[in-house]
């Protein structure tokens, strides 16, 4: 029996829509996944951009971090400079209180030397006449010294202070050295032996004359002999030719006060 033209096409339109339907699902299918993975890529690209908004919030955290650290490191050294700065500036008021004085203070010192030069003058003029010419010798220098205008008075000031201190210091030596004497109005060579400020002697190299200062009367008195020989001893002694030993020697009683 044959069918119709109309059954005919009937069934080719079944048939079609049958292998369409599964044609359109697939599509559809199809195009979920591809949505998907667009998605997928999305959210992918989302977790990026977090994360690296994360690692450059972590790298300004630390940062700030340090930052932090560092001004608290410049507070503690601001307050040490400033404290440093404080002191500086009364240390500088200080030398501007100083370089105002120090007119007035060297107005003050030079009359000062001059009066302990002339007094350095007198005692070796009074005192016991050792090393007379080198002692008479210091003093003229400092003089000089003192009317030099290259020269600061803090140089000649301490001049000043160290030939005293050298007088100072000869009443606790011994020496011994070579000079001349005038004796019995002939001038003799002789070695003196000095012991501080309480004996000044001499001896004639031949030890044949000897003599020993007398303060108070200011004029030498002769020796014998055998005082002349302890002196003699006394020298070697003084000259570092012997070893100390216990030497007789004249010596002035003090002077009464």
Same mark, same amino acid.
């Given at each position: 029996?044959?069918?119709?033209?109309?059954?005919a096409a009937l069934l080719a339109g079944v048939l079609a829509g049958a292998i369409a339907a599964p044609l359109a699902y697939g599509q559809r299918v199809q195009d979920v996944i591809a949505a998907e993975e667009r998605r997928i890529q999305q959210a992918q690209e989302n977790q990026d951009r977090i994360d690296a908004i994360v690692e450059t919030t972590r790298s300004r955290f630390d940062e700030y971090q340090a930052l932090l650290k560092e001004i608290e490191g410049l507070e503690v050294y601001n307050g040490l400079v400033q404290r440093q700065i404080d002191d500086q500036e009364r240390q500088l008021a200080d030398l501007r209180s100083s370089i105002d004085n120090v007119s007035v203070v060297e107005r003050q010192i =030079?009359?000062?030397m001059t009066r302990m030069i002339a007094g350095l003058e007198q005692f070796i003029e009074l005192d016991v006449p050792?090393?007379? !010419?080198?002692?008479?010798?210091? #003093? &003229?220098? =400092?003089?000089?010294?003192?009317?030099?205008s290259d020269v600061s008075t803090a140089e000649q000031f301490r001049n000043v202070i160290e030939a005293w201190q050298i007088e100072n210091d000869y009443g606790s030596t011994i020496e011994a050295y070579t000079g001349e004497l005038q004796i019995d109005g002939t001038n003799r060579e002789v070695d003196f032996l000095k012991i501080g400020r309480v004996a000044f002697m001499y #001896?004639?190299?031949d030890g044949r004359l000897a003599g020993v200062w007398d303060q108070r009367s200011r004029q030498w008195q002769p020796?014998?002999?055998? &005082?002349? &020989? !302890?002196i003699r001893r006394g020298l070697r002694v003084a000259r570092g030719q012997t070893t100390p030993e216990l030497l007789l020697l004249p010596v002035a009683p003090p002077e009464e006060g």
């Open positions: 029996m044959r069918g119709t033209p109309q059954s =030079l009359p000062l050792f090393l007379l !010419e080198q002692r008479q010798a210091r #003093v &003229e220098n =400092l003089r000089r010294l003192l009317a030099r #001896v004639t190299p020796l014998g002999g055998a &005082e002349a &020989e !302890e």
